[in-house]
């Protein structure tokens, strides 16, 4: 199929160029006569208008042959809510038609349908790229009415230069599958791997940039085998040759000299950091467990920060989204690689910021948590079996309040919920046009400062998140605080973390609610040292007996132990 539209599309090229040269001896002379006769007359018109200029005294430092600057067109604002509906790739038929997808939600009311679409269907082998697949979807996402969203799947399915590709590794050396169809996840350490996926984006955003600028609404890089941009939250990746090559450098780079890994970590002694690769390598990721986890998150995030640069170069318009996943249960904590969005952001600087939902999590728990950290807009992806009676009812007040900038549907067979996700298009645009009027009567007005009573303002500390033992939700260990403070989710509260409170953060407030939970409590040095040096009190449960440990798993000296009790009231 794509070789014949190949030879049609040359077909057209080679009758075109016939029929240029298919011209009679008289239409030929007369052609000549026509252009001589024109030149005559523009040269008679220069020089006319030289000689008035020159008259005048008004000739410019300039040709006449200069081209006009272009003039740029201003793009359309899409930084407004939308609602979405998910396509993959794999589920379309072989012939490419979308239009019984595309009838079953006309009626819901979506703003954009999120394209994602896989690595092989267009990158047909290295560094050569077949569009027909993409156009013809994208084509018919506009022609029906949507703009689109476009999401590149990092997946090495169907790839025809796979085994060029370094593989995400599990701990025990085999190359990760999650199921028969998901397997064979390129290493986003691997500095070869990350030339070709950088290149494959660079020709993506190209191409979207120059035909679909105006009816795109996101773009953003998908990697893991359930469709974010962490690692999947199945197993501990990465442990191939480059990822584990990278950490070394990464403790290497970090603490500089052998005697302060040592200090760091007193079961590790080391003359040199060569010494690390006669460890094996799982036991120094357990013994570096903030480290290996810290490594991760910041290789994930580099990755996107790099995406996020190309897609701006191609059309800043079109928003970078960045997909978390979830970002808040043990899953983020434990495997998937992202668990602190504050950080994540300080190196992204994404557009958008997505996470899904979690039955066990209060929706308002999870929007204020991302819109507090990363101080960028929130989006969510919502599946099906997440949508209970209590979370609809949830998302609308939260879509309504304009708390969510883009939010994504799962699709199904079914379309069981296409009146809902109408609902929830409908409150998005109210929010939309709300927030409009509002910005335009601060305008007129001026900005009043806020009045409101302060909010309660809870501390998520990141490192007892992904040190605790066994792994616990953020959420839960706060739930009894977050439903008082928050009056069961109708009423706002803020957060902050401590990588924020060690950044010095501007506004830290002198007063923050917690909760601590487990046999030992894990907070930085640089956390504990900014908590005492502005006296900052962390509110707990009553009876909460802490013992304190640093990131390495140490004892906190006693001194120091005491002070933070003080605080910890």
């Known amino acids: 199929m794509i070789l014949k539209y190949q030879t049609e599309r040359n077909c057209i090229n080679k009758k075109s160029v016939k029929k240029q040269k298919n011209i009679t001896n008289r239409e030929y002379q007369s052609e000549k006569k026509m252009k001589k006769l024109f030149l005559m007359i523009l040269t008679a018109v220069l020089a006319f208008s030289l000689y008035g200029c020159q008259i005048n005294g008004n000739i410019k ?24 509906i998910e396509l993959w790739s794999f589920e379309i038929p072989e012939n490419g038609d979308i239009s019984s997808f595309l009838e079953t939600y006309k009626d819901s009311g979506a703003d954009y349908i999120d394209f994602r679409i896989l690595w092989s269907s267009f990158e047909v082998e290295k560094g050569k790229y077949n569009w027909e697949f993409f156009d013809n979807i994208m084509n018919q996402i506009t022609e029906a009415g949507y703009s689109a969203g476009v999401s590149l799947v990092f997946w090495t399915n169907g790839l025809s230069f796979k085994d060029e590709i370094e593989k995400q590794k599990t701990a025990e050396g085999e190359i990760y599958a999650f199921d028969e169809s998901r397997t064979e996840f ?49 197993k501990d990746l990465d442990y191939g040759e480059s990822s584990v090559s990278a950490f070394y450098k990464f403790l290497e780079e970090k603490y500089k000299t052998a005697e302060a890994f040592t200090e760091a970590y ?25 480290d290996w986890k810290e490594f991760k998150q910041k290789t994930l995030s580099d990755f996107q920060a790099e995406i996020g640069k190309i897609f701006k170069a191609a059309d800043s318009s079109i928003p970078f989204q960045l997909f978390f996943g979830g970002i808040e249960d043990t899953k983020a904590a434990v495997y998937r690689g992202f668990y602190d969005p504050y950080s994540t952001e300080k190196i992204v600087a994404a557009d958008v910021y997505s996470t899904t939902l979690n039955q066990d999590t209060p929706v308002t728990f999870i929007i204020d948590y991302l819109a507090d950290t990363t101080g960028k807009k929130v989006g969510l992806t919502v599946y099906e079996e997440d949508l209970t009676e209590d979370t609809k009812n949830t998302l609308v007040a939260a879509a309504e309040n304009g708390n969510i900038n883009r939010i994504c549907f799962e699709t199904s067979e079914e379309a069981e919920n296409i009146e809902f996700i109408k609902e929830i298009a409908n409150a998005v645009r109210t929010a939309d046009s709300n927030d409009n009027e509002n910005n335009d009567a601060n305008e007129n007005n001026g900005d009043k400062e806020n009045t409101n009573e302060p909010e309660t303002v809870f501390f998520i500390n990141t490192a007892d998140f992904i040190l605790r033992a066994p792994a616990e939700n953020l959420y839960v260990s706060l739930r009894e605080e977050y439903l008082s403070a928050s ?41 504990s040292e900014k908590l005492i040096q502005k006296n900052i009190s962390v509110i707990c449960p009553e009876n909460t007996e802490i013992e304190f440990r640093d990131e390495h798993r140490k004892e906190i000296p006693e001194e120091t132990a005491a002070v933070l009790s003080g605080l910890f009231d």
């Open 186 to 234: 390129p290493s986003i350490a691997s500095e070869e791997n990350q030339k070709i996926m950088f290149a494959t984006v660079q020709a993506l955003a190209n191409h979207v940039a120059e035909r679909y600028s105006e009816t795109t609404e996101l773009w953003q890089v998908l990697i893991s085998a359930f469709g974010d941009a962490g690692y999947s939250s199945d």
């Open 61 to 84: 430092n300039r040709s006449f042959l200069d081209e006009e600057t272009p003039i740029e067109t201003e793009k359309t604002d899409k930084s407004g809510g939308k609602t979405g």
């Open 266 to 290: 007193p079961s590790i002694y080391i003359n040199d950091f060569a010494n690390l690769t006669e460890m094996e390598i799982t036991e120094l990721t357990a013994a570096c467990a903030y």
């Open 487 to 527: 009056e069961n989710g109708t009423k706002r509260v803020s957060f902050i973390t401590d990588t924020m409170i060690a950044d010095d953060k501007e506004n830290t407030p002198s007063e923050l609610t917690s909760a601590v939970s487990g046999e030992y409590y894990y907070i930085t040095t640089t956390a």
